[in-house]
């Protein structure tokens, strides 16, 4: 299983960005989508997570209303709809994917099994 996550770059505080997470390889049974951050000197940190049928998501408090997570399975993709920026936002984000036969949501990095390589979000002040 290969993850490939876009959609990063340069924004100013206010501003928004999506980023997707193309999911690709033997993806014969569902799974679950996270995507968490690590900014310059600091610890990876979880972002949001949801559920293969989309029914459950759950999120970082620091981002709770301004981030939307969505996935289109269909697509073999995920999204982070990242809304009314801030600096403290800033850091390189990577979606995981792991394989559960429940509709469940995953909170802690241990728990997945696949990684993408990161985007970088840039939100200037």
């Known amino acids: 299983v290969q993850l490939q996550a876009s959609g990063g770059g340069l924004v100013q505080a206010g501003g928004s960005l999506r980023l997707a997470c193309a999911v690709s390889g033997r993806t014969f049974r569902t799974y679950v989508m996270g995507w968490f951050r690590q900014a310059p000197g600091k610890e990876r940190e979880f972002v949001s997570t949801i559920s293969w049928s989309g029914a459950r998501t759950e999120y970082a408090d620091s981002v709770k209303g301004r981030f939307t997570i969505s996935r289109a399975n269909a697509k073999k993709t995920g999204y982070l709809q990242m809304n009314s920026l801030k600096p403290e936002d800033t850091a390189i984000y990577s979606c995981?994917?792991?394989?559960?036969?429940?509709?469940?949501?995953?909170?802690?990095?241990?728990?997945?099994?696949?990684w993408g390589q990161g985007t970088l979000v840039t939100v200037s002040s």
């Open positions: 995981a994917v792991r394989f559960s036969d429940y509709d469940n949501i995953y909170y802690s990095a241990d728990q997945y099994s696949y």
